[in-house]
């Protein structure tokens, strides 16, 4: 296993486009986890899943946002109509079924919206 | 709500210097607490945890204990190098999912 793959590594689009970024963990982690991080912060949760199911959303999630994980395998987290403040690091990690076991992160996905 | 406070950075120190990072915390829980580290250009890593109070995590040289009674999990290395530049962040989990500090830039120089 190669570890937790973001795809795309980097993404420029314009405001008001949409954009869809991918996530494969750890084929037997089924925990899957999206963050956000700006220049100079920490990641900010954004939502899980556990398997298929998406069990929290932080309220950072704006409507604009959305997230899937279909069979509980990849995910997807997709913003529609991308403002200037979307630009950051996405990222995503994975785990096993317990938290103290930490999380494994991919190396992200840098959105810059123009 | 949960919280995660780092000292500001960044910490410049020379090789073989003395290391600490401060973190204190804010859990209704019994929180399980975690360093992580992100070297330039690469993605965050785990280098220790501690998931009980009075459990010392430790890696790479690098120790922390879970203090209880003072809410803190501060990041300690005795002689660090050039190569432990990098950000370094400080995260609870009560349960999860993890909560982040700002992080901690870490500059060493030869």
């Known amino acids: 296993d190669t570890g937790v793959s973001q795809d795309p590594r980097h993404k420029i689009t314009k405001r008001g486009q949409n954009v869809t970024f991918r996530c494969d963990p750890i084929s037997e982690h089924n925990r899957l986890y999206w963050y956000r991080q700006t220049l100079g912060q920490g990641p900010e949760f954004l939502t899980y899943f556990q398997n298929e199911a998406q069990l929290e959303k932080s309220r950072l999630l704006s409507d604009r946002f959305s997230a899937e994980r279909p069979k509980g395998s990849f995910s997807t987290l997709e913003i529609q109509r991308t403002e200037q403040g979307d630009s950051a690091m996405y990222l995503c990690?994975?785990?096993?079924?317990?938290?103290?076991?930490?999380?494994?992160f991919g190396s992200g996905t840098r959105l810059t919206v123009v | 709500g949960n919280s995660v406070t780092q000292m500001e950075g960044p910490v410049t120190l020379s090789e073989e210097a003395f290391l600490t990072i401060n973190c204190t915390y804010t859990?209704?829980?019994?929180?399980?607490l975690f360093w992580y580290v992100q070297y330039p250009g690469e993605g965050l890593q785990l280098l220790l945890k501690?998931?009980?109070?009075?459990d010392k995590g430790s890696n790479k040289g690098f120790e922390a204990t879970y203090r209880k009674e003072t809410t803190s999990f501060h990041l300690e290395k005795g002689s660090v190098q050039v190569s432990d530049s990098a950000v370094y962040f400080c995260?609870?989990?009560?349960?999860?999912?993890?909560?982040f500090g700002k992080g901690t830039r870490l500059s060493v120089i030869a």
């Open positions: 990690a994975s785990s096993p079924n317990t938290v103290n076991y930490g999380y494994t």
């Open positions: 501690a998931t009980k109070a009075d």
């Open positions: 859990a209704t829980g019994y929180p399980s």
């Open positions: 995260a609870l989990s009560d349960p999860s999912p993890l909560v």
